[in-house]
């Protein structure tokens, strides 16, 4: 039996503390239905308190805190609830956390984080040089404060040594299942995908994404020339044609824009083309031919292949899953 340690702590997303545990007890009372032992024994984990407030209507009331001595085997790290703006505040707290987490992993614990719940991983310094992920809408600020780390911004589960990572939101319950899976077998990660209803098996959170741009860097250059992608990307526009509008040789232009947006100017171009062929998509008024025509792409299968590389999913079946339906 693996004991689990779920860390709640008072910015602690309180619907992930509840799934996760919901979904562990789960997989517990699968084992016995067909008698087998119990592969889990779950505890909540204070930070700082044993009664922690949610913010919502309820309470968590943990077994112990971090600064009680106990052995453990997994240590889940929950996403924060608020937004990037209040990162430092939380993670300067929540200090504590990040020193326990690294010692924990120095004493063989497997480590998991879920969505925002990596802030604290990359804080500690285990996540350099390994892959990672976290909610797409972070991952921007993540790379931004820890270069070191190799982010992995489409992918919904990342598993490197001892550390398992999930994505965004919801999506971050498949970091959950593939440990059940790795603990209890297919068979039961799969029957509980089921009774929860979660897509089991997916592989990227690119539908989620809503790229707005790689704009935290201080490249003045890099900005227009973003800038002037943004306003002509539904033309033909080439790599040196921006390079010329920023005075730079193509080479050194490639290499800056790289350097400060982590994409080359092909991929800044196909990602923002990419945005805005999804809001028409979701509109539903245009069928995808004109999409792919509005947005600068001559070729359809050109357009199809682009998409789904970036998104996980075909323009039509993006389409069928997002668009706008009236309500009546």
């Known amino acids: ?8 702590y008072e910015d602690a997303m309180p619907t992930a503390v509840s799934t996760v545990t919901a979904l562990l007890s789960s997989a517990n009372e699968m084992a016995l239905m067909n008698g087998r ?10 930070v700082h308190h044993k009664e922690v407030s949610s913010g919502l209507p309820m309470q968590f009331c943990c077994s112990r805190t971090l600064t009680e001595k106990f052995d453990t085997d997994v240590v889940i790290v929950a996403p924060m609830k608020s937004g990037q703006e209040d990162v430092n505040a939380i993670l300067t707290k929540n200090a504590v956390l990040t020193g326990w ?9 497997e480590i998991i984080s879920l969505c925002t719940g990596a802030y604290f991983l990359a804080e500690s310094g285990l996540l350099d040089h390994m892959p990672a992920t976290s909610h797409w809408n972070a991952i921007e600020d993540l790379q931004y404060r820890y270069p070191l780390i190799d982010f992995k911004p489409d992918h919904v589960v990342t598993h490197s040594k001892a550390i398992i990572t999930g994505g ?14 790795k603990n209890c077998g297919k068979e039961v990660a799969i029957s509980l995908s089921k009774f929860y209803a979660l897509d089991y098996g997916r592989s990227s959170q690119g539908i989620f994404t809503i790229f707005s741009g790689q704009r935290r860097h201080n490249d003045d250059e890099i900005h227009k020339a973003q800038s002037y992608i ?11 044609q921006i390079a010329s509008q920023v005075n730079m040789s193509r080479r050194n232009f490639i290499r800056r824009f790289k350097n400060a947006t982590s994409l080359n100017p ?9 945005e805005a062929a999804k809001k028409a998509l979701e509109s539903g008024e ?10 600068g792409y001559n070729d359809l299968k050109t357009f199809r292949t682009v998409f789904k590389r970036i998104t996980g999913l075909t323009p039509a079946d993006y389409r069928n899953k997002y668009k706008s339906q009236e309500i009546d």
Request: charged share 25%.
């Open 101 to 109: 987490i690294l010692k924990k992993y120095e004493q063989k614990c």
């Open 37 to 46: 032992p119990l592969p889990f024994h779950i505890e909540l984990i204070g």
């Open 286 to 295: 245009h069928n995808i031919a004109d999409v792919t025509y509005s947005i």
């Open 266 to 274: 092909i991929e800044y171009i196909q990602r923002v083309k990419v």
């Open 168 to 181: 965004g939101g919801f999506s971050s319950l498949n970091a959950i299942l593939y440990f059940i899976e």
């Open 230 to 240: 943004e306003k002509e990307f539904t033309t033909e526009i080439s790599v040196e």
């Open 1 to 8: 039996m693996k004991h689990i340690s779920i860390i709640v």
